[in-house]
């Protein structure tokens, strides 16, 4: 039979020992330097051909400019048109720019508004205060303790009832009283 301690040890010495690999060692770095390399190659690949969309794309938006042969009213007529177009790429980035800063000032305020939701607000590191009692009752009770308070003055008052005392006599008169039976059945009178 086995007991759960004999089976936890059973299952801690089989997951204690490491499993043999199925590919050898040599072969698994031979597998991982080829794997390197192939990704290294798509990486260049891939910013070859970045680079090649973006000089496309620059060559479609502005084409190369032929001053060779024109007048100077030609040349004064194109750069009236491209600050036209500076100008209206100005405006729609702007107008962008404006855009993206009210989305991420909604998009902070929504942010807040989820962590109060969820109540996990960060707290933040508390300092120990030395503070005392007048401070304290300052902070506490604000501008009406000025002056010092009279805490006995606020405290109820309870009167003491007076305890009953037995007078106190010359035990000596008293001894010849209560000696012998007269004097136990005083005593036992008195006590009911």
């Known amino acids: ?63 190369t400019l032929q001053l060779s042969g024109l007048s100077m009213q030609d040349l004064q007529n194109l750069c009236k048109e491209i600050h036209q177009k500076i100008d209206k790429v100005d405006e729609e980035r702007y107008d962008i720019a404006s855009k993206v800063a009210i989305n991420e000032k909604e998009i902070q305020n929504l942010s807040q508004k989820v962590f109060e939701l969820k109540g996990k607000m960060k707290r933040p590191n508390l300092r120990k205060v030395r503070v005392s009692a007048g401070a304290m009752l300052g902070a506490l009770l604000g501008a009406k303790v000025k002056e010092s308070v009279d805490f006995k003055a606020n405290l109820k008052t309870v009167k003491k009832e007076e305890e009953k005392k037995e007078e106190v006599t010359d035990w000596r008169k008293n001894v010849d009283a209560m000696s012998g039976m007269e004097g136990r059945k005083k005593l036992f009178d008195a006590a009911q």
């Open 1 to 63: 039979m086995h007991t759960s301690k004999n089976v936890n040890l059973i299952f801690f010495f089989i997951l204690s020992q490491k499993p043999k690999p199925k590919i050898s060692a040599s072969r698994r770095l031979f597998l991982k330097t080829k794997l390197l390399k192939k990704a290294m190659t798509m990486l260049e690949n891939e910013k070859q051909a970045r680079i090649a969309d973006k000089q496309r794309i620059l060559d479609e938006r502005h084409p």
